[in-house]
């Protein structure tokens, strides 16, 4: 008798999951869960350097602007550039917008920081639409000509912050709340 339960239990995981990936909402399921563990503090930016200390950033490269624009990355030169990469398919990404729109409110609108949030997204039409839906504000390129070397990396989301001065001065693949008062300070130290 116990089998059939055990069974049955599996069986109605099973059928859940296969729902929830099927209609497609395991994804905003998935980055709505890890976006609540962002929100509890317990992950949060570590303000070193690993791979990618010290060195130089390219700003050869364009993108594609929400409005169809070119977008160099020549323009950011000389600035402190806050840029994520990352996706619509990808639920850290979503987990991790909310806390970058609050970081983009709270520094993003000084003269001192840039933000360039880059979309991988094969459509762009979907990241826009995420983007809209949501109500953020910060700048959305997409990634229509390719990613530099300095952009490339094993994972998204991706984020690094770029000095005035051109260099890589933070670099983190994975997930992480950005709005915290330690991070906030750090970008506008910079």
């Known amino acids: 008798m116990n089998w059939k339960k055990e069974i049955r239990s599996w069986a109605i995981m099973l059928g859940?999951?296969?729902?929830?990936?099927?209609?497609?909402?395991?994804?905003?399921?998935?980055?709505?869960?890890q976006s609540l563990l962002l929100s509890t503090g317990l992950m949060k930016p570590t303000i070193t350097l690993e791979n990618k200390e010290k060195?130089?950033?390219?700003?050869?490269?364009?993108?594609?602007?929400?409005?169809?624009?070119?977008?160099?990355?020549?323009?950011?030169?000389?600035k402190t550039v806050f840029i994520n990469l990352w996706a619509t398919w990808c639920p850290p990404c979503r987990a991790e917008m909310p806390h970058i729109s609050e970081l983009y409110k709270k520094v993003g609108k000084t003269a001192e920081v840039e933000f360039l949030?880059?979309?991988?997204?094969?459509?762009?039409?979907?990241?826009?639409?995420?983007?809209?839906?949501?109500?953020f504000e910060f700048p959305v390129v997409h990634a229509a000509y390719g990613l530099n070397p300095s952009l490339q990396s094993q994972a998204i989301p991706t984020t690094l912050v770029v000095s005035p001065e051109g260099e890589i001065v933070f670099y983190q693949e994975g997930m992480s709340n950005f709005d915290t008062p330690e991070f906030r300070e750090f970008l506008i130290g910079l």
């Open 16 to 33: 859940a999951f296969g729902v929830l990936y099927f209609t497609g909402l395991i994804t905003p399921l998935m980055g709505g869960v």
């Open 55 to 78: 060195q130089s950033f390219d700003f050869t490269g364009q993108f594609l602007d929400m409005e169809g624009n070119r977008v160099g990355l020549t323009q950011y030169e000389g």
């Open 117 to 135: 949030m880059i979309a991988l997204d094969d459509d762009f039409e979907k990241s826009k639409k995420y983007i809209r839906d949501k109500g």
